[in-house]
Each structure stands twice: as structure tokens, then as C-alpha cells.
């Protein structure tokens, strides 16, 4: 698997919930210790969140991702 975001567990929670929605298999690391202490976590803190996504669907999360940042998705309720 390939990193593709490390961030706060809120931010990776948004992140995943997105690329599931386009069928991309992900895997939070870290995802235990980002909700036991969220005190410590920052993006590239001391215990940061950690997305990945397999290699074969990196270009298509990426692409989503690039998208999402440009204001292209809302993740509002």
C-alpha cells in the first residue's frame, strides 16, 4: 500500500469516506492512536493519521484527492 495522506484523524476520516465512495480500497494507519490522542496529533505530528491506498488505485485516489482540493467535492452535511 502507498501513503497518499498523513493529517489529523478527522481529516483522514473525510479523506477515506470520499475514496470509499469511488470504490478505492484504504487503510488508515495509526487510526487507534490518532483517536486515543488527538491531543498529539498534527499533520506530520507525533502521531499522525496515515492513509493509504493500493498501489494499482494511487493515480485514481490522487486524481480525486487533486479534485477535492480544488473545491471540487463538498463534505458538508
Same mark, same amino acid.
Given at each position: 500500500?502507498?501513503?497518499?495522506?498523513?493529517? !489529523?484523524? *478527522?481529516?483522514?476520516? !473525510? *479523506?477515506? #469516506?470520499?475514496? @470509499? #465512495? !469511488?470504490? *478505492?480500497?484504504?487503510?488508515i $494507519? #495509526?487510526?487507534?492512536?490518532s483517536? +486515543?490522542?488527538?491531543?498529539? *496529533?498534527?499533520?506530520?505530528?507525533? $502521531?499522525? %493519521?496515515?492513509?493509504?491506498v493500493?498501489?494499482? @488505485?494511487? @493515480?485514481? %485516489?490522487?486524481? +480525486?484527492m487533486?479534485?477535492?482540493?480544488?473545491?471540487?467535492? !463538498?463534505?458538508? +452535511?
Open positions: 500500500m502507498i501513503e497518499i495522506l498523513r493529517g !489529523s484523524y *478527522i481529516e483522514v476520516i !473525510s *479523506i477515506k #469516506n470520499l475514496l @470509499e #465512495n !469511488s470504490n *478505492i480500497q484504504v487503510f $494507519a #495509526n487510526e487507534s492512536m483517536t +486515543i490522542q488527538p491531543w498529539s *496529533i498534527s499533520s506530520g505530528g507525533v $502521531a499522525p %493519521a496515515i492513509l493509504k493500493q498501489e494499482n @488505485e494511487y @493515480e485514481k %485516489a490522487t486524481k +480525486i487533486d479534485n477535492y482540493n480544488k473545491g471540487e467535492y !463538498s463534505l458538508d +452535511i
